[in-house]
């Protein structure tokens, strides 16, 4: 079956098809700013024990009453493009986060499922599990392992919020049967329904949904009140944008109960040269 696919960059469209990589050079430059796994020697790949650093999840919140819907069709598109991620610290704690695929072989995520802020130290890639469309036990394309994380370097060393933005390259090219989220930095205005969907922690390792209508941006921010848990950090906030179909807008971080709720980092421009760098590698 032939697919579609768009992804458009700050009003540059490029049409996808199954089995055909981005419309990015090979060579693409690396960004100022961003920081690999790659980069680090392997005792840096350890990270603070999470008494003494951030956990990966961050706080998120259901606003008033909890509208997420269970998934029951995570083979179809775009939820079979979302994934869970599983990994550990390298001291014996576990963590869950959620992705999603921008390419046959790159998740976007939250910075801080790869790296805890303010630290200078990754995840350890070898624990990593990257499953896409996963629903409890049931892995219907099976599960990668991690070649890199890469994430901004104002995260890497300082934790600044805005920057809570990462990315995986997968040991597989599992985009090439899922198909992949496009990514858009089109303003999302006050009230546009957004939705999301992920691997929420009080749900286990099962897919839910959740429709909302943004509540506030920022120049690097959407704020939204979809309902989302803990395990949704690195989560898709999706819209269907025009030419480019079904784009990710932003990638979910953070909650609050506390207007304007809910909120992801918005694709920004350093947040879509990030992605293409990972792309291209």
């Known amino acids: 079956m032939r697919m579609r696919r768009v992804m458009v960059l700050f009003g540059v469209a490029a049409a996808l098809v199954t089995g055909m990589a981005p419309a990015i050079a090979a060579d693409a430059p690396r960004p100022d700013g961003i920081v690999t796994s790659d980069d680090m020697p392997e005792a840096a790949l350890h990270a603070v024990a999470p008494e003494t650093g951030p956990v990966p999840d961050t706080p998120a919140e259901i606003i008033g009453t909890d509208d997420r819907i269970p998934l029951r069709g995570t083979r179809t598109f775009p939820f079979r493009a979302t994934t869970l991620i599983s990994f550990g610290d390298g001291m014996g704690s576990s963590f869950q986060c959620t992705g999603f695929l921008v390419s046959a072989d790159t998740v976007a995520t939250a910075g801080h499922c790869v ?166 590698s």
């Open 115 to 280: 790296a805890p802020g303010g630290t200078s130290t990754f995840y350890p890639p070898s624990t990593y599990r990257i499953s896409a469309g996963a629903d409890g036990a049931n892995r219907p394309y099976g599960t990668c392992r991690v070649v890199s994380l890469t994430v901004s370097g104002a995260w890497f060393t300082s934790g600044v919020t805005t920057a809570d933005y990462g990315a995986i390259k997968l040991n597989c090219q599992v985009g090439n049967t899922t198909g992949w989220f496009g990514i858009t930095g089109v303003e999302s205005a006050l009230g546009t329904t957004v939705y999301t969907d992920g691997y929420p922690g009080d749900k286990g390792q099962t897919h839910w949904f959740s429709q909302g209508r943004v509540t506030d941006s920022t120049p690097a921010l959407l704020f939204y009140d979809n309902d989302t848990i803990g395990g949704q950090s690195g989560s898709p906030v999706w819209r269907n944008v025009g030419r480019c179909g079904i784009c990710a807008v932003a990638i979910h971080t953070t909650g609050s109960q506390l207007p304007p709720f809910n909120h992801g980092t918005r694709i920004t421009a350093p947040v879509a040269a990030l992605l293409q760098f990972v792309i291209a």
